[in-house]
């Protein structure tokens, strides 16, 4: 696959690097990348050869290398691509997610993350244009529990959460678009709500405790559970998600209004509530297989999420965009699926230590965003230009074992899940990304075949 095209999406080592480091270094981690990229199925080991394995390994066990070095180019990319975008909104989505590696007995610097499981945890921000298309990582942190990376002293695991908004702050505070920060149940946190947000972000979390509300138009207060009755009927809209692995669309009914959110006990409402924001309460009412549009069985948990934004809710359209961009939300724990089981298979990874890991999990963070971008823009866009996303040679590949000419992106991809046994169907046109990755280590290979010939 091409890494050098407009979406440039390749690790780079920062100019302030050693010397050792922003040269030969650089380019071992372009090749490294260009091997995880075409050959994603593979081990770490089995993708980079036994030799050339060694000198990956050696500079992310580097001292002077870090997430934050291998990341630098990918977030100027990501950056570009967000100031071309012709969409008006950015979703920054945000989530945490556990790693595993209770297996590695030998490494060091791991920590608990649920029981005496042994791990790390890793926190991510990734942009979305309005329509879902992920544009790349604005944001990663990691840390561990009892291990080699833990908080400061003092700290709690639910400052991520800021941290996330000051990135946002920080790199997007002179975008002309709005950005809109989203986060699931776990940012509902009183100080998030109010915490300082530069003119062009937005803010959208799913609450779930039952916080005091101050109804604006009323004025009442209720709690959350019970203040649905008071905000004005929105009627229906339908959303498409994923449950269970599974393509639906959820029809849910919808209420909003003006709300003022009352702080914890031991501050005054009066002086403390928030100013501002509005709740988008979405409750299922009935779902339908997205391609057969079917209806299905209701779920053990019907979709009910009460959204609190600052974004305006003045108009039907306003109302349905904000559960929109909600549920968009979603592509953020494809991305997670991407680097664990979907793809990579990054908990398989053997390290030394957590500094080399961690490295790693940055390295292949990239990766899993490249596959990822593949997999919505061929949804998004099959018939633009294949040139793009592949190299000629490998569409060159493409054609001699296809008998036909390639130019499209979704002729390509099409042509790459043939060689795997994927067959297109009505409810399926295109592989999804754990097909994709297998079909990548076929090119890959057939590539080298036609090389040697």
Request: proline share 5%.
């Amino acid at each position: 696959m091409k890494t050098t095209s407009n979406r440039n999406a390749q690790p780079h080592v920062r100019n302030d690097a050693n010397e050792s480091v922003s040269t030969a270094g650089k380019k071992s981690l372009e090749k490294a990348y260009q091997r995880a990229l075409s050959k994603p199925g593979l081990s770490f080991s089995q993708c980079m050869g036994n030799s050339f394995r060694q000198t990956v390994a050696s500079l992310l066990s580097r001292p002077d290398m870090s997430d934050q070095h291998l990341l630098s180019g990918h977030l100027q990319s990501t950056l570009a691509r967000v100031a071309a975008s012709e969409h008006e909104y950015i979703i920054a989505a945000q989530d945490t997610t556990y790693y595993n590696y209770s297996g590695q007995s030998s490494m060091t610097g791991l920590g608990t993350i649920q029981g005496k499981v042994r791990g790390l945890l890793q926190h991510n921000m990734l942009l979305l244009d309005e329509v879902g298309l992920p544009l790349g990582l604005l944001a990663q942190q990691y840390w561990t529990r009892q291990g080699g990376k833990d908080l400061p002293a003092g700290e709690k695991e639910s400052q991520k959460w800021h941290q996330g908004l000051s990135a946002v702050n920080e790199h997007l505070s002179a975008s002309n678009k709005t950005v809109v920060v989203v986060t699931d149940r776990e940012g509902d946190i009183f100080s998030l709500f109010k915490a300082e947000r530069q003119p062009p972000v937005e803010l959208l979390v799913r609450v779930h405790q039952p916080r005091h509300l101050e109804v604006v138009a009323q004025p009442d207060v209720h709690k959350l559970p019970q203040v649905a009755p008071h905000l004005d009927d929105y009627g229906q809209f339908t959303v498409n998600i994923e449950r269970q692995n599974r393509a639906v669309q959820v029809v849910l009914n919808l209420r909003a209004g003006a709300v003022n959110v009352y702080p914890d006990k031991d501050l005054s409402p009066s002086r403390h509530k928030t100013q501002g924001l509005s709740l988008v309460i979405a409750q299922e009412v009935a779902c339908l297989d997205r391609k057969t549009q079917q209806p299905l069985p209701p779920p053990e948990q019907p979709a009910l999420w009460y959204l609190l934004t600052s974004l305006p809710i003045d108009s039907l359209e306003q109302v349905q965009r904000v559960v929109q961009f909600y549920a968009l939300r979603w592509r953020i724990e494809r991305f997670h699926y991407t680097l664990k089981s979907g793809a990579l298979n990054v908990e398989k990874l053997q390290f030394d230590d957590i500094h080399t890991l961690i490295n790693a999990l940055a390295f292949y963070s990239v990766v899993a965003w490249q596959l990822l971008s593949l997999t919505y823009a061929i949804r998004e866009d099959p018939h633009q230009s294949a040139l793009g996303f592949f190299e000629p040679s490998e569409l060159q590949v493409l054609q001699t074992l296809t008998s036909k000419t390639i130019v499209s992106l979704g002729e390509a991809v099409l042509a790459l899940g043939r060689m795997v046994g994927f067959a297109p169907s009505k409810k399926q046109p295109f592989p999804g990304v754990k097909v994709l990755a297998t079909a990548l280590d076929r090119l890959a290979f057939a590539s080298m075949g036609f090389q040697a010939a």
